[in-house]
Nanobody, 118 residues
Framework: QVQLVESGGGLVQAGGSLRLSCAAS????????MGWFRQAPGKERKRIASISSGGATYYADSVKGRFTIFRDNAKNTMYLQMFSLNSEDTAIYYC????????????WGQGTQVTVSS
């Protein structure tokens, strides 16, 4: 079992930045894929960024060029650095683990709220 805890969310003004963290425990996740998802009010949860065990990254078009995903295997932690935030980034952000690196996310965190004020 893997437990995931997100942190770093909060209220930020448009144009600001935040860094989210996803700390894993229970098992080393360095050989697993990991991803960030978000769910805005009234919308479905969507993957916005992911990173493989080898460091290959994916970004949704909506965040490409503004968000950076990275991981620190020594800390068993994944991060999402977010720049140039706007109101459309307001959502609950979740991290998740894909043990088989096949796009199936098995373990999920509880989510952290990000609110961008205009």
């Amino acid at each position: 079992q893997v437990q995931l805890v997100e942190s770093g969310g909060g209220l930020v003004q448009a144009g600001g930045s935040l860094r989210l963290s996803c700390a894993a425990s229970g098992r080393t996740v360095s050989s697993y894929g990991m991803g960030w998802f978000r769910q805005a009010p009234g919308k479905e949860r969507k993957r916005i960024a992911s990173i493989s065990s080898g460091g290959a990254t994916y970004y949704a078009d909506s965040v490409k060029g503004r968000f950076t995903i990275f991981r620190d295997n020594a800390k068993n932690t994944m991060y999402l650095q977010m720049f140039s935030l706007n109101s459309e980034d307001t959502a609950i952000y979740y991290c998740a683990v894909d043990p088989g690196q096949v796009g199936r996310y098995v373990y999920w965190g509880q989510g952290t709220q990000v609110t961008v004020s205009s």
